[in-house]
């Protein structure tokens, strides 16, 4: 998927084409939301590393379905001035977000528009990380950041704690729905979770984006589920970080088909540029706000 800074440009001219003037922090705030999961799976992996993976990975996977997006969506959007038209903005964003990723070619891996109504993965792969396309996407998303810098990025934030309640309503609904849907989930084999744990002998199986690492001076693939697979002489003997497809020939090997090895940690930087701007800009935007309200309250007769 385009790094977070990637998503702002694209997403940025397409709302406000559709909605006008509106503040670019909720459209970045849009942009970010259907991340939300994954950055949490990577804070619960390392404050919890005994946790089990494959439950981790399907809880986080529903999170970050469609609808498990659009209930943070609302939950976000009730702390909004004007709730109805910001959760528009924000769903509208969160799923060209998704189709956006959708784009990007992850094998063994997609996005979820239907769950959990059908857990069928979706995924168009036109371009991968290190082609062109994901850095125009990012070129764009630092031209948006400077533009929204040079109007309102800095400026007092339209917000509200009024209806706090239908906030936490709603993260409560986001917190508790994956965990109903995991058995649906698994029973899917979704990101081939069941043909991993049951180790399904010769079922396809594929990885996106992960180590290789050094054992014994031979290399291994460590997938998402923490297990180490042989992938004989088709994985590099060093570091990386590979996409792979393939048939699982034993519990602890795979039979690499394709293999596509990924250029470093790129896109994370950006992904944490695009975050820390958002983050600042909330923060200096809401501190002002809250500044101003005294001001406001004192003029008012």
């Known amino acids: ?46 404050l919890a590393p ?49 189709l956006l990723d959708a784009c990007q070619t992850k094998w063994g891996n997609g996005i979820n528009l239907f769950a959990p109504l059908s857990w069928e993965t979706l995924n168009f792969g036109l371009f991968w990380p290190e082609q062109w396309p994901s850095y125009l996407l990012t070129a764009g998303g630092v031209a948006y950041v400077v533009w929204a810098g040079r109007r309102k990025l800095w400026a007092p934030f339209d917000w509200t704690a009024r209806r706090w309640w239908i906030c936490v309503l709603l993260i409560g609904c986001y917190v508790a729905l994956p965990a109903l849907w995991q058995s649906s989930a698994y029973a ?8 991993l744990k049951e180790h399904r002998l010769g079922e396809p199986v594929a990885f996106d984006r992960e180590e290789v690492v050094l054992e014994d001076s031979k290399p291994r693939l460590r997938g998402w589920n923490r297990e180490l697979y042989d992938g004989g002489s088709a994985l590099p003997r060093r570091d990386a970080t590979v996409s792979v497809r393939g048939t699982l020939t034993a519990p602890d090997r795979i039979r690499i088909s394709e293999i596509h090895e990924h250029a470093g940690a790129s896109r994370d930087y950006g992904s944490v540029a695009g975050l820390a701007v958002l983050g600042l800009a909330l923060a200096i935007g809401v501190v002002r706000s809250r500044n101003l309200e005294p001001e406001a309250t004192s003029n008012n007769p």
């Not at 702002?8 to 970010?32: E, N």
């Not at 899917?188 to 043909?195: E, G, K, L, N, Q």
């Open 188 to 195: 899917a084999d979704v990101h081939d979770a069941r043909v």
């Open 50 to 98: 005994a946790a089990d993976p494959y439950t981790m990975r399907l809880y986080f996977v529903g999170q970050a379905s469609l609808l498990g997006t659009v209930v943070l969506c609302g939950a976000v959007a009730a702390l909004a001035r004007k709730p109805r038209r910001i959760f528009l903005l924000l769903a509208f964003n969160s799923l060209l977000h998704l």
């Open 1 to 46: 998927m385009p790094n977070s800074v990637g998503h702002f440009g694209i997403q940025g001219i397409a709302s406000h084409a559709l909605f006008g003037r509106v503040d670019p922090r909720w459209v970045m705030t849009g942009c970010i939301l259907p991340d939300v999961p994954w950055i949490a799976q990577r804070i619960t992996g390392a």
